[in-house]
């Protein structure tokens, strides 16, 4: 009896030492979200006094590469090629209620998110097809919308390609975008 119960212990043991090694490390750019409002998830039960909506308006889901000593723009991301704003799986938006996104109409919905980098201008596209990984299968043919936004330079360099949001006023935000020494900022109106 001894003999088996030392047997199957062991036998568990070489089995999870196994599978354990089987697991990949941590992917190299991480997925992250960006709510609007802002920190919708902490802010509305932690800080009421924003007087912010108590619903999300948009959600981003997007990966998030990093810079590590190499050039990004014209480097990594080419100028006057598709980019699908991040990494691995292209990123996408959910519209909770329709918006308007630098004065035009996005309707509710969830949208793949690419940029059209140059060194001047971005164009921000809104495509209808989703699940997409990188830019490989971009069909301009289902874009629903496409705004330009001017490249402005940061103060200090950012390291992890980043989007967020700053709710400047009720049913205003400015989403930001931006790595490296650039960024480019889009207005939103809910």
């Not at 990984?133 to 950012?158: F, K, M």
Request: proline residues 5%; glycine residues 4%; hydrophobic residues 40%.
């Amino acid at each position: 009896m001894k003999k088996t119960i030392l047997l199957i212990a062991c036998f568990n043991l070489f089995i999870s030492v196994g599978l354990a090694q089987n697991f990949r490390g941590l992917d190299k750019s991480p997925l992250d979200r960006v709510y609007l409002p802002d920190h919708f998830a902490h802010d509305i039960k932690f800080a009421p006094e924003r007087n912010l909506p108590d619903f999300p308006i948009l959600r981003i889901d997007y990966s998030r590469p990093q810079k590590k000593g190499r050039p990004v723009f014209d480097g990594m991301v080419k100028y006057n090629e598709i980019w699908r704003l991040g990494a691995n799986e292209a990123t996408e938006i959910k519209v909770y209620q329709d918006v308007k996104i630098d004065g035009k109409l996005l309707r509710e919905g969830t949208y793949t998110m690419y940029a059209l980098p140059t060194k001047k201008i971005w164009t921000i596209i809104f495509n209808r097809d989703i699940d997409q990984w990188g830019h490989y299968s971009y069909d301009d043919n289902n874009d629903v919308l496409r705004v330009e936004a001017h490249v402005l330079q940061n103060d200090r360099p950012i390291e992890e390609f980043t989007i967020q949001f700053e709710d400047s006023e009720q049913g205003v935000a400015v989403m930001y975008i931006a790595w490296d020494m650039n960024r480019v900022e889009i207005p939103i109106s809910y």
